[in-house]
């Protein structure tokens, strides 16, 4: 490979890891902030367990972050790797963290517009709507903003 080869190889490689990050961010991000707020729009019946969204978003957080880590020390000529023996086990606890996040977040939702505790059944067109998320969060956002809409409050 030549050197201009190399060098927009590695420009590619810093544009994939930043839109990467970027993308999951707002992702974790919004799962994070829509967890975490409606349960509170739950009457006093029962709860939703906030914590456990929290640490199912924090565990592949910091998995994504070792991995992209991992990727980068070749650019940047630090020996890094991690061994196998930990990113297998910690891909799959990533990968649980996720579906749980968004698990959660389908409970939720069905939970706080039908007020009460929900099955699988209530929500499974939900959680199916947040996996794919680009194209489902069309379907989710308006639902939500109109739960939390002014008027609805009292």
Not at 39 to 59: D, E, Q
Request: hydrophobic share 55%; proline share 5%; net charge positive.
């Amino acid at each position: 490979m030549s050197t201009n080869q190399v060098e927009l190889s590695q420009f590619y490689q810093v544009c994939f890891t930043t839109c990467l990050v970027l993308l999951m961010g707002v992702v974790f991000t919004w799962l994070w902030v829509i967890g975490n707020a409606l349960p509170r729009l739950l009457l006093n019946t029962f709860s939703l367990p906030v914590f456990s969204l929290k640490l199912a978003i924090i565990l592949p957080s910091i998995y994504i972050l070792l991995f992209l880590g991992e990727d980068m020390s070749e650019l940047l000529n630090v020996s890094f790797a991690l061994p196998l023996e930990f990113v297998i086990p910690t891909h799959l606890i990533s990968m649980a963290g996720i579906a749980y996040s968004i698990y959660f977040v389908a409970k939720a939702l069905k939970s706080v517009e039908l007020q009460r505790t929900t099955s699988i059944n209530d929500f499974r067109r939900e959680f199916f709507l947040l996996w794919f998320f680009p194209i489902g969060i069309w379907l989710i956002q308006p639902r939500i903003n109109r739960l939390f809409a002014p008027n609805r409050a009292g």
